[in-house]
């Protein structure tokens, strides 16, 4: 079956830096993906859709000079938190869409900024 | 806006029982998943639903477009099926891409 693989799963950086988060389709090309945020106790939220070739589009409320996403081939996808604040601190997912329409999501990256 | 709304939140059961978790949501859709979460955060589609009813093992879900609701059932429930199960749903405004979730239910079966 599809599988997506997300890298790295936990990451822990100083305040100010930045943190790149791969999302990989390994064996079906993703025209789309998804990244998502969830904070404890809470729904997964869209942050952003990403299409191949093109610019991401963003969800209300989220800086996308902050939030930094490439998707430069057909297979992988990559979220950079610039600047990171211990209020970024979350848990990211990406989901990548096949030509079936189902999603497979990677199996997310826990960042904690001290 | 899209609502998708859980029920219930928390349910601890013990093993062998059989298991509804229920998801309702509020706009036209094209699709309804189910997802399991499992504690390290790592989500498992189980399923993808347009219409009707879909059975994988243990586990089967059914929805109801008219009404905007849909269920997920476990049969004969196991410790290893404790997990968050997730609705989330696809809608058809707004040309929307990306899935909307709902909080999830936290599962816990007991042996």
């Known amino acids: 079956g599809a599988v997506v693989s997300q890298h790295p799963s936990r990451v822990i950086c100083k305040s100010g830096t930045s943190v790149k988060i791969e999302c990989r389709s390994l064996?079906?090309?993703?025209?789309?993906m998804f990244w998502y945020r969830q904070f404890p106790k809470q729904s997964l939220m869209l942050m952003a859709t990403?299409?191949?070739?093109?610019?991401?589009?963003?969800e209300q409320g989220v800086e996308k000079d902050k939030f930094l996403i490439n998707h430069a081939s057909l297979t992988l996808s990559t979220l950079t938190v610039t600047s990171a604040h211990p209020e970024d601190s979350s848990f990211y997912i990406c989901?990548?869409?096949?030509?079936?329409?189902?999603?497979?999501f990677g199996s997310g990256t826990r960042l904690t900024v001290v | 806006k899209n609502e998708v709304e859980q029920s219930p939140q928390n349910l601890t059961a013990q093993e062998g029982e059989f298991i509804t978790i229920n998801c309702s949501y509020s706009v036209g859709i094209s699709a309804l998943h189910w997802l399991q979460q499992h504690p390290g955060g790592g989500i498992v589609s189980l399923f993808m639903?347009?219409?009707g009813k879909k059975k994988h093992g243990r586990l089967i879900a059914t929805i109801n477009i008219q009404e905007k609701h849909s269920s997920l059932h476990i049969t004969a429930s196991h410790p290893r099926d404790s997990a968050v199960y997730i609705c989330?749903?696809?809608?058809?405004?707004?040309?929307?891409?990306?899935?909307?979730f709902g909080k999830g239910t936290h599962l816990i079966i007991q042996p």
């Open positions: 064996d079906f090309q993703a025209t789309t």
């Open positions: 990403s299409n191949e070739g093109s610019k991401a589009t963003y």
């Open positions: 989901s990548a869409r096949a030509q079936t329409a189902s999603y497979t």
């Open positions: 639903l347009s219409s």
């Open positions: 989330a749903v696809r809608s058809l405004e707004g040309g929307a891409d990306g899935l909307t």
